[in-house]
């Protein structure tokens, strides 16, 4: 099967097409071919080895210190069951799926378990848009809904509205009643209004220390703030919850909460099955759908990677790996990966 795999990291240019052979689902486990598949802020992090914050050391030491030890990115995907495997009862052979695999979703094929974060894709979502949803639809839900426990009538402050995981924030947040106010540049105004904020603020022209606003929540998508800055901008006992951080950050969250006082969390978002089946009902209620930015030939997966670090996107970046119901590139057993023309 074709894959794009890096055996080092750097810029895109690093990722290359490489026949493999195809995976064969184990005991437990389903074969899906690949039709969607997203390329997210996470999976350019690991390719640049650009881990946020003084977190360089860590990265490296969890995807390999000198060289990656998983060669295929790619957590978002799309596509149809193919194989599955012994004492798999909840998907059949055919039954259209999306999910989140963390690894290897750029590839023509991909393995995972059945009990993993997969679900039978809506019928009323393409495969493209249902692999825009996973990564920034999960970590909306979980930082929204688990963590900050946000309910009706509360006030939040979306910091990055319109970015991959900002424009679920804003649709999640409304769907939980919260009062959203949308953060983002003011060309994609329009675009988070009609995703439900109830105003916004464009960074470009507003310096948001200087909001009069207060909030219960702030989620910052994109590392704008930090504690000291959002901490003027919360209600007593308000939370910040920052999607990047780093060392610096790590000794404020520790710190006990004193009374009324504005807090921070750090969390790193787990991805399960029971979250998309969420997504799943938010999407056939009208609550959620999903927001593509642009999508690209599987191949041209460079010139995706970089509308992804350009930090202007408008929702999700995918990549188009395999038509519905046409065959892909014939599997080719090799003993290693082989490089093979773009």
Known sequence: MLAMQYTKYGAADVVQPVLIETPKPGAGQIRVKVEAAGVTTADWRLRASAFPG??????RLMMGLFRPRRKTLGGDFAGVVDAVGEGVTNFKHGDPVFGFSQFGAHAEYLVMPATGAVVHRPATLTAVEAAALPFGAICALDFLRDQAR???G?????????GGV??????IAKALGADVTAVASGANAALAMDLGADRFVDYKSVDLARLPEQFDLIFDTVGALDFSTAKGLLRPAGLFLPLNFGLKDIGPALLPARGNRPRMKLYVNTDTQDHLKTLCEMVEAGALRPVVDQVYPLRAIAAAYAHVESRHRRGAVVL??????RPVVKAIPVAGPSPICA
């Open 154 to 162: 509360q006030t939040v402050l979306i910091v990055g509205a319109s």
């Open 150 to 152: 946000l309910t009706a």
């Open 54 to 59: 003084g977190l360089w050391l860590a990265g």
């Open 320 to 325: 188009k790996v395999a038509a519905a119901g």
């Open 166 to 171: 900002g424009v679920y924030a804003v649709q």
